[in-house]
């Protein structure tokens, strides 16, 4: 291919007339462009940018070209979105996100790199992650290493340079969708498309996946620099044992803070061996996918209310609120983020946070919480048996820390129930 072209030299007059000088020059010259072998033998075969590698196909037929960065090949996950600001590093280690894929409605991700004490567990479980803009230069005083290499290191995918606002848009619309991210060229379109079709992550047993194999002895509290409500802490102390349904570990460290002898069990942990440890009180944790795909864990619920206090989170409300005979169903788009209101009942006050029927409840089961982007449930109570709840996260990791005083609430919860007896 051949394009001819006009070069014109003018040179720099003052005051004299410009058609006259006879400096002006005008050049006719031809420009050749070469592609394929002749290209390659003059070293322009790569282009000096990354171009599109990667797609995410969505199980409504949709197809959104980006680029890659961490692991590649094929996975399939539901997509989700996250309005979080940062923290991007505790989302990445949450075990509730497994089996998904994770958006982030902040354009900007990875400018403060990774590094080893944000972890929220001992891996990264979710399946990918999706996000419009990838920071390649760090700059934060703790950073040990780049995302990219994290993710890369940890087998994750990920990919950048989509419009995550046009998939947002989507997923409020159409509610949350499979996709399968790929950055195999082998796998056409169409094939992917079933592959999105073809899985689903309701009635999918999550949580032994994550939960932990055999029984530890937890003691780390918040480190003193990072403790945000050191204030009015007892000092008592209370055996709890904790059931890892995908538990963050931050939730583990705000209970020992608050003073708490904890032991951690598997999800599969027997109610009959629980009760034999004579704990102060049970928590029942965070934890990824379906309950009504666990039964298992719902029957230990059962068999474990109205003889210790208890405290669920996430899908310990979940599991709470079946054995007590409620009823849960799988919300639109999910709530995910740091930044979603939350009314207290109670006290009335509004806290800034990172779902059930009511009337399926049995009466003195009192809902506490309620989300105020919704109306869905966010919290529960039932005095007559010591239990509290809540649907949302309140260890604030990353933030905020409205949400603390729960802890709190359950110590004071075990510290009556204690001295009753």
Not at 30 to 38: E, K, M
Not at 372 to 384: E, H, K, T, V, W
Request: charged fraction near 20%; hydrophobic fraction near 35%.
């Amino acid at each position: 291919m051949a394009i001819k072209c006009a070069d014109f030299g003018v040179k720099s007059w003052f005051g004299s007339n410009p058609r006259n000088d006879a400096s002006m020059k005008v050049r006719i010259f031809t420009i050749r462009c070469s592609s394929g072998a002749a290209a390659t033998a003059l070293g322009l075969s790569e282009r000096p940018w990354k171009v599109s590698d990667a797609r995410l196909v969505l199980e409504d037929g949709s197809v959104w070209k980006a680029k890659s960065f961490g692991a590649s090949g094929t996975q399939v996950g539901e997509v989700v979105f996250n309005t979080s600001l940062t923290g991007y590093q505790e989302i990445l280690t949450d075990p509730s996100y497994a089996g998904q894929f994770v958006l982030m409605t902040n354009p900007h991700i990875g400018n403060t790199g990774v590094n080893f004490d944000d972890e929220e567990s001992r891996q990264c479980f979710l399946a990918g992650l999706v996000i419009r803009s990838l920071s390649f230069s760090t700059s934060n005083w703790r950073c040990a290493e780049t995302l990219g290499d994290y993710l890369a290191e940890r087998n994750i995918m990920g990919i950048y340079d989509v419009d995550t606002r046009a998939i947002t848009r989507r997923l409020r619309q159409d509610g949350s969708l499979i996709g399968v991210l790929s950055t195999e060229d082998s796998k056409t379109d169409e094939e992917l498309l079933e592959i999105s079709r073809s899985w689903d992550i309701v009635g999918v047993d999550l949580i032994s996946g994550v939960s932990c194999d055999s029984p530890y002895e937890w003691v780390d509290k918040t480190s003193l620099e990072w403790d945000f409500n050191s204030n009015g802490k007892d000092k008592e102390t209370f055996r709890v044992i904790a059931y890892d349904f995908g538990i963050k570990q931050n939730i583990l460290r705000r209970l020992a803070s608050y003073g708490c002898e904890i032991t951690v069990v598997p999800s599969t942990w027997p109610a009959s061996e629980t009760l034999k440890m004579k704990p102060d009180g049970v928590l029942f944790s965070n934890g990824p996918g379906d309950p009504s795909a666990v039964p298992y864990a719902v029957e230990t619920v059962k068999q474990i209310l109205g003889k210790v206090p208890v405290f669920g989170i996430c899908m310990g409300h979940q599991l709470l609120g079946q054995a007590l005979g409620g009823k849960t169903f799988k919300m639109k788009f999910g709530h995910h983020g740091g930044n979603h209101p939350v009314r207290n009942l109670r006290n009335g006050r509004v806290e800034i946070s990172s779902q059930f029927d009511p009337a399926s409840l049995p009466e003195g089961v009192e809902v506490t919480h309620v989300n105020l982007n919704d109306g869905s449930c966010a919290g529960l109570a039932y005095p007559a048996q010591n239990i509290m709840s809540l649907q949302y996260h309140p260890e604030a990791s990353p933030g905020p820390h409205d949400s603390d005083p729960a802890f709190r609430e359950f110590i004071q919860l075990m510290k009556r129930v204690k001295q009753n007896a």
